[in-house]
């Protein structure tokens, strides 16, 4: 079936029914933000990093969202011991490798996670897809410098080799599945200019992936809810602040006909 | 003499008078939520967790606020030693059990603390107040899906057992200590929309616990501050996102007026 | 030649032109607003605390800002080790002391970072200054009990000292270097209601060494830029919240006429 605008709708009405809890292993400058977007949306957030606990969590949880945003040691430990857990018991894995390309730590470790399990959704932009496989990309912190297109051929590499939906966020949005590719353009200038958006649109995949009949359909409706609660922010919004505060009632406020009248979805292949 | 409006009121202009400092070992989630409502309100917080220093800033604090929503080792072992402190030195201990129930390492935590010193008020929502009690209560994150009425027996059984106030929050807060009980009613529907508003519950439970002449007294003046706040705030709301914007403005302009218009409390016994 | 309205915002424009990546070791209660303070100048905000990556990135970044708000001992560790690597690299370091004197950890890990390698920018508040010369001073929680006045010649010692630019944060701000000294006085009395508007102003002090002439004329623009900021949100603000999200929209939306119409600067010496 094709993936339109009523199917997204139909996900995310079954959000809010379901409250699905979302286990988040995330960074520490978008917590609130993610936590409040998942409320937001409909979903309940659980933020749990202790290795005491991750286990436990997952269990309980209908998916496991891991972002390295501002790892250490014992947080990339607790990382790994969810992502196992999500593996045994099925559940989805969402990872965002934030800032892979900018340090090599943080590509090393994107790599050891891809390697415990491979996600069942991975969401970076373009320069942090492309470093995952290549190390010849420059990375500037944790924004992007690569284009969508050029980080296209390492998306399609990574989805083969891991089975998994990539999407690359950015103005446009691509989400990737072997050989299939729909690309998104909802969205808002101001969006690079509020902190933690791409982690929202992370945390999305989340919440998507709990109730959605397939990840990719989940990446697909994720990205499209949260460009098109974008556009709705702007209307009102007279700067970044402004912007993020409309944008997580809009999250709130969504209705059938914001997807009808505004999603610009194409299917590419 | 009877908790009512007006002996509300003089907690919360103490409050503005007496800036008190109220050291906070608390989740990252909420951090910056819980240090702008304690400002809003008219206190000073500080956010401190390093063995290192804990004890110190206890001496210097008026109260010390603990909640587990992102425990791991390092920060329960200070909160343990935030905790003795407190108890050497007199200081009201507020405990918020984030997510009891959830895991066996947040209950077992949560009984952990209890024994190392009883708090002064113990709040939580009513699944986290049973788990405490019983570990046979399923907990969803830390959402509640145990009524109110269900977690009483528990509140009764540890107030008593640890000589303390406890809080459960919820659509109705209750508020326990021996044979006392008091219902607020104040509050609004997309309180538990926002993520939280029950952690900055606790930490003006620790504000007003600094000025108040009783525990009790303290915690119901902050809990109907809270839902009073949380009223005017809805008055303006388009979601989640402005109510919380709302709410924090409505701490900061308080009026009398607005307890004895709203004031919603039943002393049951 | 002289600091005024119009180079200042000459540095407001670098910013937006450069974009600089700004590399921040800061608590966890300001991360968000922090970086959503960087974004809205035009700067580009990174965080990462990790020993494993923290030398790494220094590298590509244009300033590090340390702040010990929230500290403990892998963070203080991260903290020198980025110290010294900016050092090395002939990178502007700018330091926020928070809660210096409130603990003796606070204060000793100031000076072991001071020892590390002299700040290029060092901002507190007044009792904060005066706490990493003195330990005579009262300091509560994290905010200031001593006047500017008499933080100054702690601070005219400080600058001496680790030849760098102090800056005392207050009503007033004081910018001192060398024999050097401005006094800016813009601002609104709402924010200091507003957690994290010194650490902010810290940030902002990197985002401009990482374009201006010298380290001097960065912490004066920085001061001035928030300030100016501040009586802009002040005019739409209904409270604290209100306040803190008009402040960053105001940050976004700066243009000369701004600064030339608001800016109360006087150069002392």
Redesign the interface.
Known sequence: MTIDAHRIWLDVEKIRQESP?I?NIT???????T??AL??IGA???????E??VA??VK??SALVINI??????WVNAMQRAIRQAKALDKPIILDPV?AG?????TETTRHLLEEAPPTILRGNASEIRAIVTIDTK?????SITTPEAALEAARYLSQQYDCVVCISGKTDWVVQGNQLIKISNGHPLM?????LGCTATALCGAFSAVSESAFQATVGAMATLGIAGELAAQN??????F??????????LKETDFTERLKLEIVS
């Open positions: 809890l286990h960074n520490y400058v978008v917590m609130n933000l936590a409040n409320l937001s309940s957030p659980v933020m749990a990093h202790a005491e606990e436990d969590m309980i949880a945003g501002t790892l250490s040691e014992k800032g900018a340090t090599p730590y943080r990375t500037k912190g944790v924004d690079p200019r509020v902190t933690g919004a007279n700067g970044p602040a402004s993020q505060m409309h944008l997580l009632d809009a999250l709130y406020n």
